[in-house]
């Protein structure tokens, strides 16, 4: 689909789901309790308003019950063609038919400059999950020669590598980092030795201080990409390095305000709510894994038209302070900056009487700082300029802020004490 939908793509998603409501039992009941026939739903705000959202833990919970596929199942079992698993564990049979996301793997793989030919190394698990496997496919079909590294085994895949003379790599920030130091553990030059042009980063965050750093280690220019295990990969970083680009025309893409549910416009952030397209073993309506995206607003300057996301966490977090959602992670890229810092907590509330919003960001510092009112007013200036709301800052000592706060989940990080008038 292209986003924002168009007439086309609200037609494509309708015949997805008469075919689901015929074939799945779990969605012809869903559908049924909330009085939802697929083939009446006129537009894609009918669509919104009435067909229910689906949790991972609705997936995880009825695979729990009817084991091992649950009632989502939408083909016999004769018809798989293979079988990934993901961690809960929960299984995902997938028909023979089924792409599996590799014709979005292969725009990316287009957006950062790969030609047939090269030699591609995948990093990603081969095991049991549908990572490693899925890349190795799209490369292949990009017309590259494959080396299946899958992960562990550094000194080795290091051989390989150089052997082969791989140009691109394929697989988490870390495990590159990890060959770097294994390279020259053998006495190697990871620059020179090993001939990494281009990488695919996925399934880790790839902050800029790890990207310049490999970067300077193998000279190589790295994409970001992002994915989710059931729907699949979703977007990739063009050459611009600015967003990833929405790729996965397999899905159809909501992005809805946390709080009120809304569509959100360019330059939003929205929680992504995503529909499986075309004929499915296991489908999936309005799934939502949680994860919250900033919609960029501005066409980019590479010339592909299609949106580009910023991911900004998990939407269990994010709250909307003075009328801007805010998530703890942005929140943890300004306070990262200062060494001196630790974890924090953002706690909002509503002067007494008030009906305005205060935030106060209570950071932990490792030790006493030499000018606390200079970084208390940088910091709060960074936050402004950066997150977009002003917040006052109070320094606390370390044991003031609990472990949970910490990222990558934040689980603690926003203690919210606003009443609530609903
Ligand atoms: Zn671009």
Partial sequence: MSWPPKASDFDELRRTLEWVYAHSPYYTRRFNEVGVIPGDLCDYEDFRRRVPRTAKADLVANQREHPPF????????????????????????????????????????KAMGVSPGEVAHVT????IMPGGLRLHRAFEEAGCLVINGGTGSSRLQVEVARAWGATVFAGTPSFLANLGDTAREMGLNPREDLRYRVGFSTAEALTPELRHELGETFGIELFDHCGEAQIGPLAGECRTHEGMHLHARDLFCEFLDPESGEPVELGGTGELVATQLGPRALPLVRYAPGDAFKLLSDPCPCGDPSVRLIFVGQVGVIRKIKGVLVHPAQVQRVVSQHPELGRFQIVVDQPEGKRYDRAILRVATSQPPAAPEALKQALAQELKATVLIQMEVELVADA???????????????????????
Avoid at 70 to 90: D, K, N, V, W, Y
Avoid at 400 to 422: C, N, Q, S, T, Y
């Fill in 70 to 109: 649950g009632e989502f199942l939408a083909a016999p079992r004769e018809r798989f063609g293979s079988l990934h698993t993901s961690p809960g564990p929960i299984f995902i049979p997938r028909l023979p038919e089924e792409a599996g996301g590799t014709p979005v793997l292969k725009e990316s793989i």
């Fill in 124 to 127: 990603l698990s081969y095991h």
């Fill in 400 to 422: 003031d802020i609990p472990e949970a706060a910490g990222p990558p989940r934040f689980a603690e990080a926003m203690v919210d004490l606003r009443k609530r008038h609903e």
